[in-house]
C-alpha cells in the first residue's frame, strides 16, 4: 500500500540484501576504459561547446544586429538567411567529425575492451 514502505538507511538498495556489484564493474577501474571515456568526454563537451557558441552568436546577431542580419547578399537572400543554412551544415559537420573522431580514437579501444574477458578488468593489462 502507498505510505506502508520505508526508505532504506542501511544502503542495501531497499530489498534488505546486499547489493552486489554489476559484472562490468570493475571495467570501469580499467585503464583503457577510464581512457575511453576521458576521450568520449573531451570530445562531445568540445563539440557541444562549438555548437552551442556558433548557435549562441546566430541568436544574438539575430537579435541586436538586426541590419546585419538583413542585409542583401543576393537578390532576396540575406544575411540571415545564409547564417541559418550555415547552422545546419555546420551540424552535420560537427556530427561528420564526431564519427570520423570516433572511428579513429574511440572504437579501437572499444574494440579491444569488449574482446577482453571480465576476469581481466581492472589493471589494464591483458591476462
Do not use: C
Not at 31 to 46: D, E, I, W, Y
Not at 84 to 112: C, I, K
Amino acid at each position: 500500500m502507498v505510505g506502508d514502505s520505508k526508505v532504506s538507511r542501511d544502503g542495501a538498495g531497499g530489498r534488505g540484501r546486499p547489493e552486489r556489484p554489476g559484472r562490468y564493474a570493475p571495467l570501469a577501474r580499467d585503464v583503457k576504459f577510464l581512457r575511453l571515456r576521458r576521450r568520449f568526454l573531451r570530445a562531445a563537451a568540445a563539440i557541444t561547446a562549438v555548437f552551442f557558441g556558433w548557435y549562441a552568436v546566430y541568436v544574438g546577431l539575430s537579435a541586436f544586429a538586426r541590419g546585419f542580419m538583413a542585409r542583401q547578399v543576393a537578390g532576396h537572400v540575406n544575411v540571415a538567411l545564409l547564417l541559418g543554412l550555415l547552422q545546419f551544415a555546420s551540424t552535420f559537420l560537427l556530427a561528420w567529425g564526431y564519427v570520423m573522431y570516433a572511428r579513429r580514437r574511440l572504437d579501437p579501444l572499444a574494440a579491444e575492451l569488449r574482446s577482453r574477458r571480465p576476469s581481466s578488468y581492472g589493471n589494464g593489462v591483458r591476462r
